[in-house]
């Protein structure tokens, strides 16, 4: 018999785990001195650490709601199982930075998995001002690994739409980024907010802009329409796990086939609102200083060691049904072809730049907000970090062509950390 869906409860989990010879080998001791704590505190899912005597587990169980809101928002418990196939697939692709999978239950929408200690979530890392030596190599790893490996480069045509087929069920969490990323902060929502009244101008200058609803909707579009490759769709600092010499890659839920430069807009916008959020977090003027140049530098090797290492398995891995090596033979199609894998970059670069800023709106006028500026308890100071961000963010979307070079992007940052937003009140 299959299990029932159910929320499960402590004694339930534990009598469940106890049932499972992998998680009880691995926790060790007797079920009943286990201790089972739950610690979710994601917009979504219950999460559990259960430790033994030998070891500890992470459990990740859906709920049939999004719990950040609660049961008036339904959301299909069908998001762990692509959750467990695309934690199954990033092993693959890129071991040893995501959590090794234990056990998965589809009709429990449960997912048992690696507990990862001492890590911490990057973005409470980054609040706290710490600098991270490895997450350059290794985030650049997993975004190059599991995009160029999912895409048309290095899989043959009917792979690739099998992958596609094999995640297409996972529409209502697009629809969930569709609507809060790409659509609800450009129009009145009863679930945006803002830091207000500082930020009420901005808000309704966001509604009437029709350049920024022009390039936020041809992101959209592009979100909508284009599965290139396999992307984590929900790549945040929150959902990276990190020590000082360790990097790993959480909670996939949101994964499908869509466009490469979500995932690294996700992660190049999330480190720009950590560098202009961390005025609000210092207690003496410079003070993380050394912090933010740290940040702003990592904003530019995660796309020059991205770029470096697509384009080095483009060279030698690209076994796939794009760009067949007939078409480009000899010196001048080699040739011809680099000039192509360069123009390939261009737009990607393109995409990233703008994901990047449509991630920051959304954490500043939209439903879900996040804790780099949520923790700034001054509001007005939080108010000044929001609005530079918004500031940067609607540039980058808005005149994306003259971002021609990563260094644009953090020349624009600076100048933004300097911006003083008119708060007429
Ligand atoms: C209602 S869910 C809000 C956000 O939480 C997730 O982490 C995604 O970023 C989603 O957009
Ligand atoms: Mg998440």
Not at 26 to 38: F, H, M, N, Q, S
Not at 95 to 112: G, M
Not at 388 to 417: C, F, P, Q
Request: aromatic share 10%; with cysteine; net charge negative.
């Amino acid at each position: 018999m299959p299990d029932q869906y159910r929320i499960l409860k402590e004694p339930d989990l534990r009598a469940y785990l106890s049932a499972l010879p992998e998680v009880s080998g691995k926790l060790g001791g007797v079920p009943a001195d286990w201790t089972i704590t739950e610690v979710g505190d994601g917009n979504l899912n219950l999460v559990f650490i259960i430790k033994g005597s030998t070891g500890g587990i992470a459990v990740k169980q859906a709920l049939p709601y999004v719990r950040l809101v609660g049961e008036s928002w339904p959301l299909p418990l069908s998001r762990s199982h692509y959750e467990y196939l695309a934690l199954v697939h990033q092993a693959r692709l890129a071991p040893s930075l995501v959590p090794d999978v234990l056990h998965h239950n589809e009709a429990l929408a449960l997912v048992a998995m690696e507990l990862l200690e001492p890590h911490i979530i990057m973005r409470r890392g980054l609040v706290a001002g710490t600098i991270y030596p490895r997450f350059i190599d290794d985030i650049t790893t997993f975004l190059a690994q599991t995009l160029f490996f999912s895409s048309d480069l290095a899989m043959p045509a009917a792979a690739k739409k099998e992958g596609i087929a094999a995640f297409a069920g996972n529409h209502a969490l697009c629809k969930i980024t569709e609507d809060l990323i790409f659509t609800d902060p450009y129009r009145v929502a009863e679930q945006n907010r803002w830091t207000s009244p500082w930020l009420d101008a901005t808000a309704a200058a966001f509604r009437e802009d029709l350049d920024v609803h022009v390039a936020i909707s041809r992101l959209k579009l592009k979100f909508l329409a284009s599965p290139e490759a396999l992307i984590h769709g929900d790549l945040h600092t929150g959902s990276i796990m990190v020590t000082e010499r360790e990097t790993r890659v959480i909670d996939p839920e949101f994964a499908f086939y869509g466009p490469m430069g979500f995932d690294i807009g996700a992660v190049i916008g999330n480190l720009l609102m950590s560098y202009l959020a961390s005025a609000g977090h210092e207690r003496a003027p410079g003070e993380r200083h050394a912090f933010e140049t740290w940040v702003l530098e990592t904003v530019e090797k995660v796309w020059t060691e991205f770029s470096r290492k697509f384009l080095k398995l483009w060279r030698s891995e690209a076994k796939g049904d794009a760009y067949p090596p007939t078409l480009f033979a000899g010196g001048k199609g080699a040739e011809r072809l680099e000039t192509e894998r360069q123009a390939y970059m261009a737009r990607l670069f393109a995409d990233t730049v703008g994901f990047a800023a449509a991630k920051t709106i959304r954490r500043i006028l939209g439903l879900a907000h996040n804790i780099d500026f949520e923790w700034i308890e001054d509001e007005k100071m939080r108010a000044l970090c929001e609005a530079r961000s918004l500031h940067l963010a609607r540039d980058m979307l808005v005149n994306t062509a003259s971002y021609a070079a990563i260094g644009a992007v953090t020349r624009a940052a600076r100048e933004a950390r300097d911006w003083q937003p008119n708060f007429a009140r």
